[in-house]
């Protein structure tokens, strides 16, 4: 009897014995996983704080290659400042390459079309660029250079299907007593805002009526001397003074024949400051010179004009504006009368972003030899800039004649250049 119940008591054991032996060694299994586990984690953790230390090493590095690079130009940017103002200029070493020009190339292109057949709008001419077809309105091909510390020169020939012109060519003397700087040569005069302004840089396609019918399409110039004073500053930011005589002629006001055919022009210019990003100019003209080939009688040609720019100087790639608005007045004096005529023009030009910049300009003007004669006209454009060398231009035109037909005008522009004078105005 007795070992029959150890038997049964064996029996019912023994299964616990097992459980028991089983859960010690999953417990022992589990405490090895954990341990192979808590391993894994360092080694991790390891790993990932070599790479926090390489990271860190690596952007010590590029900072402090960065700053070498920064010392390294301005090192170099210093000694070639000091090789500049050290330099020396001798006869005998004209033929340095550091002495040669700038040369620059530039072309402008258009295509018009306009509504008006008459010969007056549809033929290019001295007051107008025609319409119908694709033109070359010209090369130009540029020079400027330093000549010495004391001088610049800067030339420019346009090339067209009409021939070869000195646009510009003179030399410039600096930094003179009383202020002056002296100009010799053939130039553009210093009259109004826009007169000094080659085509490819005008804000719209054309000159506004008013320079056109008084000075032409190529504005007001020829060869003479011309004398820029800086005054000294009163109320104004900045007075400027230019006193100039040149010969030469321009359609309609001053005579291109005679013996002597000189044109005075003078220029007084007020700067002011408003603020870090808005500036304007006030501007008095005047221009004076015989209009036939006796050098009998004479024109006086007086201007008042006003430009107003704003331009933050974080944002000025992207947004601006710039009003200029002139008036002009012609007193001419014939045989037998003395016709006095006028006209004006006021134009917009707003940067929308970094690429494009829309304009708008309207102007009148009475024909300075008959002031019975007047047009009036409107133009709005958009201009694509692919880069500081290349811009396209739309534009639409309307003029409204008392002595021939109305026009309207679609332009489109093509404008690029190669060497460092781009489309700035100068």
């Known amino acids: 009897m007795r070992p029959l119940y150890r038997y049964y008591m064996m029996i019912f054991l023994m299964p616990c014995l097992v459980l028991g032996q089983s859960q010690q060694m999953a417990t022992e299994d589990f405490r090895q996983l954990l341990k192979e586990q808590n391993l894994r984690v ?4 390891k790993i990932i704080q070599e790479l926090k230390a390489k990271i860190e090493k690596t952007e010590k590095e590029d900072a402090m290659r960065k700053l070498l690079e920064e010392a390294q130009r301005l090192a170099s940017q210093k000694k070639e400042e000091k090789a500049a103002m050290d330099r020396k200029f001798h006869s005998g070493l004209r033929q340095q390459s550091a002495l040669n020009p700038n040369i620059s190339l530039g072309g402008d292109y258009y295509f018009a079309y306009g509504t008006s057949k008459s010969d007056y709008n549809r033929l290019p001419s001295e007051v107008s660029w025609g319409t119908g077809r694709m033109f070359l309105r010209e090369m130009e091909f540029g020079l400027q250079s330093a000549l010495d510390p004391f001088s610049r020169g800067k030339v420019f020939i346009s090339f067209s299907r009409e021939g070869v012109m000195l646009e510009e060519g003179y030399i410039e003397l600096l930094n003179l007593p009383l202020k002056m700087n002296v100009k010799l040569g053939e130039y553009k005069a210093q ?12 804000p719209q396609f054309e000159r506004p009526l008013v320079l056109t019918n008084f000075f032409g399409t190529t504005s007001l110039k020829g060869f003479g001397i011309a004398a820029n004073f800086l005054l000294p500053s009163i109320t104004a930011s900045e007075n400027e003074f230019d006193l100039e005589v040149i010969t030469g002629g321009v359609r309609h006001s001053f005579t291109d024949q005679g013996k002597h055919n000189l044109i005075f022009v003078t220029h007084l210019k007020n700067y002011y400051d408003l603020n870090r990003s808005t500036y304007f100019e006030i501007g008095f003209s005047g221009a004076m010179g015989k209009n036939d080939p006796t050098e009998t009688y004479r024109t006086i040609v007086g201007g008042a004009d006003l430009t107003l720019k704003w331009a933050p100087p974080d944002r000025a790639k992207y947004r601006g504006i710039e009003w200029r608005t002139e008036f002009l007045y012609s007193n001419r004096k014939q045989q037998d009368q003395t016709i006095s005529a006028w006209g004006f023009l006021s134009s917009v030009q707003c940067r929308l972003n970094a690429r494009w910049l829309m304009s708008g300009r309207m102007d009148y003007s009475q024909l300075p030899w008959d002031k019975g004669l007047e047009e009036k006209g409107v133009a ?15 534009q639409y035109t309307y003029i409204n004649r008392n ?19 781009k489309h700035e105005a100068y």
């Open 403 to 421: 002595f021939d037909e109305n026009d309207s005008r679609f332009i489109f522009q093509t404008n690029w250049a190669m060497g460092p004078h």
């Open 191 to 202: 009259f109004g805002n826009l007169n000094r302004y080659h085509d490819h840089a005008l």
């Open 42 to 45: 360092d080694e991790l953790e």
């Open 380 to 394: 709005l454009c958009f201009d694509y800039w692919q880069s500081e060398f290349v811009f396209f231009r739309f």
